[in-house]
């Protein structure tokens, strides 16, 4: 079936990496995202890989994809306050509306 | 571009009551799509629509209606609203590029049943 998990909570210091973690189940996906949705405010599109990737980089953003293990991972490199959000993970499944499956989010705490 | 606009913000409803939530989009975009997100459950896909005139069910369509008559405006109407309706609306546009779908979110609309 259909499945995204995330763990619910991560809490960082100030100037560390954040890793954020995310297993999918479906292996026909052809894309996979990662959302960011700060306080109050819709879902902003931070990045994506495409399945056929293992990593890509965005200047502070990294993300490693092992089809093998369904896996997927955000690496926010110094993380500032301003990045306290929720990440949500979403694959993209194949077929005529190439629909979004969401996970539940990873609330992301930044303290100094 | 405005992107994508939702009205109301906030709303609250009394069980039995119905109401529309209002979507729009200046992008030209083919895709809609309504979510709702409730806490520790992410996004759950309610109906969406891949043009005008045309409408499908999601995970959760129950309880909803949608209706597609121009490209910019995807109005969802609760019939006879439910406590268990409480929760964050959302309503997205996308454009296909091959097999990527790229969501663009409105603000959302905080809806309570009573």
């Known amino acids: 079936g259909e499945d995204v998990e995330q763990s619910l909570f991560l809490s960082v210091r100030e100037g560390d990496s954040s890793v954020i973690n995310c297993t999918y189940t479906d292996s026909s996906s052809t894309y996979l995202y990662w959302y960011k949705q700060e306080p109050g405010a819709g879902l902003q599109l931070l990045t994506y890989?495409?399945?056929?990737?293992d990593m890509k980089q965005d200047q502070r953003l990294t993300v490693l994809l092992n089809k093998k293990d369904k896996h997927l991972s955000l690496r926010i490199a110094d993380t500032q306050t301003g990045d306290s959000a929720i990440y949500f993970c979403a694959e993209n499944l194949d077929g005529g509306y190439n629909k979004l499956i969401f996970g539940a989010g990873t609330r992301l705490a930044v303290h100094p | 571009n405005a992107g994508v606009t939702q009205t109301p913000k906030f709303q609250v409803l009394k069980t039995g009551q119905s109401m529309t939530l209002q979507c729009a989009q200046d992008?030209?975009?083919?895709?809609m799509s309504w979510y709702r997100q409730d806490p520790g459950m992410g996004l759950r896909l309610i109906h969406y629509s891949v043009g005008a005139g045309i409408t499908d069910q999601g995970e959760v369509p129950n309880g909803y209606n949608v209706s597609r008559s121009t490209t910019e405006d995807f109005p969802l109407r609760l019939l006879s609203a439910a406590p268990s309706q409480t929760s964050v609306y959302f309503c997205?546009?996308?454009?296909?590029?091959?097999?990527?779908?790229?969501?663009?979110f409105g603000p959302g609309t905080r809806l309570t049943v009573l």
């Open positions: 992008m030209n975009h083919e895709y």
């Open positions: 997205a546009s996308s454009y296909r590029q091959g097999a990527r779908n790229e969501q663009f």
């Open positions: 890989i495409f399945s056929n990737m």
